[in-house]
């Protein structure tokens, strides 16, 4: 059984629920990770109201959303391994700020170019992409402070949250035959990328992309046809 009975109701192909994995592994806490789908009897139960992965589940109580996991991960295990969230308030308030920029406005762009298809539609759903990974580069720029991490010295909450999406941006890459991390245009971000996938708390969990591109073949067009619906 996981120290203090931590289970993680989630799928190994899910960007979220990577978040968690990588936030539990920098605190050193021991977990059970559970297989679950979306809609499963289990999800339900555990998140009624969004009915989604992934789900904590802490001595019996669930805590939903994988920002706000990150978030209670770092509160509760204090004591353990390094501060996850920047300990300055405005620290704080800047890398909350991001994260929603990369989950509202930017990971939706990936999205649509993700399931692009035909050379003119992936052209025109990359330029976005990329305007958004130059104003990240920036980003990266200001937080680390010319050191390997959003967070300084140690991986903390932007690099989580950005890198949680390294692997479909290879597979991404790699299907529509484009790149996205360039050592010239965001040359920050380039680095960074190979110190965060070489990382103990991300090396384990990071899927390669070979697999995860085996798995984006079923994801894709069930994530079409909901986009055509």
Known sequence: MAENDVKLLGSWP????????????I???????????????????????????????????PICESLIIIQYIDEFWTNSGSSILPSHP?????ARFWAYYIDDKWFPLLRVLAVAQGEDAIKAALEPVL????????????????????????????????GSF????????????????DETKTPGL????????SDSAVKD????????AQAAKVLLPKIRADASS
């Open 14 to 25: 899910s960007t979220f629920v990577m978040r968690p994995r990588i936030a539990l592994n």
């Open 27 to 61: 605190k050193s806490v021991g977990y059970d990770f559970l297989e679950e789908q979306f809609g499963s009897e289990l999800i339900l139960k555990a998140n009624p109201v969004y009915k989604k992965i992934p789900v904590l589940i802490h001595d019996g109580k």
């Open 90 to 94: 405005y620290d704080r308030a800047i």
């Open 131 to 162: 305007e958004g990974l130059v104003l990240l580069e920036d980003a990266f720029r200001n937080c680390s402070k010319g050191k390997k991490f959003f967070g300084g010295d140690k991986i903390g909450y932007l690099d989580i949250v950005l």
């Open 166 to 181: 390294l692997g479909w941006m290879k597979v991404t890459e790699k299907m529509n035959n484009v790149k996205l991390l």
């Open 190 to 197: 380039y680095k960074w990328d190979g110190d965060f996938c």
């Open 205 to 212: 969990v990071m899927p390669e992309t070979d697999k995860l």
